[in-house]
């Protein structure tokens, strides 16, 4: 059973820098994912809109192995989060993939499996809290910053023993020539094998100190993440991130806390509130924020939480603010510029 923080994900800011320089805006992103605009300014996801992100960027770029190398080499060491930039500033490329290893459990869905063995080095992508396999764009992506990794810790031009794909990854001479190996498409699994002695090469980028103040703080996130947001807040952040194109029911939430929606009910009762007062909270703040943004016209407001038609969004909005969208609005915006 997953436990409720299981399937959210946070998307670093770094991601959307990227797709920036390649000249792919954020909004395009998530109108091809199908999903709402406000995961860019708070970019906590589920593992299937995670997939859809990946997803959408495949698409919008056309070929999977062009959009892998051109996002892996594009991307900025210093844009990574903490769990991540950590692994930058071990002390050799042995000590910085086991803490990817290790901090990757912060970062669903992926995992990695490290298997050293005689004069090779296997690692093993599988996924967390899902049978779905991600997007091909995804592993790709996901085992090439393994290799960059070393390649930026190091200082040197290192390359792979092989990969293995378990799906078509577009132009594979490209991906050849980037991992510095043979490709293998349509195998069992999606694996990196490294050259063993590559990982005992030093860092230049080893940095003790910074290790010192970032090891603790992320092992004790590690520890204290199953525990990290009550029984309300995941329901209303699952409804919020479900609302787009129509109205989530509690079945449909209660499948994503791994639990029934009898047990969603009663602790929902137990923490004083039900899953109708929920949706019309989360129907109601992201009213709200939506409306802030003038580049959101009405209807799509209307769209974007869940309203099949602009007259049902009216009169929800009229009981909430005792005031119609567009005025609220106008009065919003005007208060907002005078200060």
């Not at 989060?81 to 290893?101: E, F, I």
């Not at 929800?316 to 005078?338: I, M, Q, V």
Request: charged letters at 20%; glycine letters at 6%; a negative charge.
């Amino acid at each position: 059973m997953k436990s409720p923080t299981s399937d959210r994900i946070k998307i670093p800011p770094g991601f959307w820098t990227g797709l920036h320089q390649l000249g792919i805006a954020a909004h395009d992103v998530a109108r091809q994912a199908k999903l709402p605009l406000t995961m860019i300014t708070d970019p906590v996801v589920t593992t299937a809109q995670y997939f859809a992100i990946w997803q959408a960027y495949s698409d919008l770029m056309g070929d999977t192995a062009q959009g892998i190398i051109k996002l892996v080499t594009v991307f900025e060491t210093a844009q990574y989060p903490p769990s991540v930039l950590a692994t930058y500033h071990a002390r050799d490329y042995r000590d910085a993939l086991k803490r990817m290893a290790r901090y990757k459990q912060m970062c669903p869905p992926e995992s990695l499996r490290i298997i050293e063995e005689g004069e090779h080095c296997a690692i093993e992508l599988e996924w967390l809290h899902t049978e779905q396999p991600g997007p091909p764009m995804l592993v790709g992506i996901t085992l090439a910053c393994l290799l960059e990794l070393g390649r930026r810790g190091t200082g040197q031009p290192l390359t792979a023993q092989f990969v293995e794909f378990s799906h078509s990854m577009g132009d594979v001479q490209a991906l050849e020539a980037y991992f510095g190996c043979r490709i293998l498409t349509g195998a069992t699994t999606n694996r990196l094998t490294l050259h063993r002695t590559d990982l005992d090469r030093s860092f230049i980028s080893y940095n003790e100190e910074l290790l010192e103040i970032l090891t603790p703080a992320l092992d004790q996130s590690l520890h204290q993440q199953p525990h990290s947001r009550s029984i309300t807040g995941m329901v209303k952040w699952i409804i919020k991130r479900s609302l787009t194109g129509g109205r989530p029911d509690i079945q449909t939430v209660a499948k994503e806390l791994g639990m029934s929606d009898r047990t969603l009910q009663r602790r929902l009762t137990d923490a004083n509130t039900s899953f109708k007062h929920l949706l019309t909270q989360a129907r109601h703040e992201q009213a709200r924020e939506y409306l802030t943004d003038p580049s959101f016209d009405i209807k799509e407001v209307a769209f974007l939480i869940g309203y099949e038609d602009q007259n049902s969004f009216y009169r929800a909005f009229r009981s909430w603010e005792g005031d119609t969208p567009a005025n609220w609005r106008t009065e919003h915006l005007h208060s907002t510029e005078s200060k």
